[in-house]
Nanobody, 124 residues
């Protein structure tokens, strides 16, 4: 059974930074693709970033490229999302997700496991 537990959300002023964590159990993190998605109130869930398994390739949504960084600590089986230069439009619930395979994806329905989400609020 794969479990994902996010943490690190909170309230931050525009221009500030937050680091989200996603603790993974039940699978070896280094072998599977992982992603971060977000959902703002009244909006659909959208892709933020993904990292492939068995390697270090990453992809980002255009809206966060250059500001957010996805990474993982294989020893701790933990995924991270470093978010810098936060903007009010980044306000959302953030979810980590895992695939059963190593190939990354931008598509939510290609992910097999999801965390419960962590809330990020950016004030202007």
């Amino acid at each position: 059974q794969v479990q994902l537990v996010e943490s690190g959300g909170g309230l931050v002023q525009a221009g500030g930074s937050l680091r989200l964590s996603c603790a993974v159990s039940g699978r070896t993190l280094s072998t599977i693709a992982m992603g971060w998605f977000r959902q703002a109130p009244g909006k659909e869930r959208e892709f933020v970033a993904a990292i492939r398994g068995l390697g270090v390739g990453t992809v980002y949504a255009d809206s966060v490229k250059g500001r957010f960084t996805i990474s993982r600590d294989n020893a701790k089986n933990t995924l991270f999302l470093q978010m810098n230069s936060l903007e009010p439009d980044d306000t959302a619930d953030y979810y980590c997700a895992a695939r059963r395979t190593w190939s990354l994806s931008r598509t939510a329905n290609e992910y097999d496991y999801w965390g419960q989400g962590t809330q990020v609020t950016v004030s202007s």
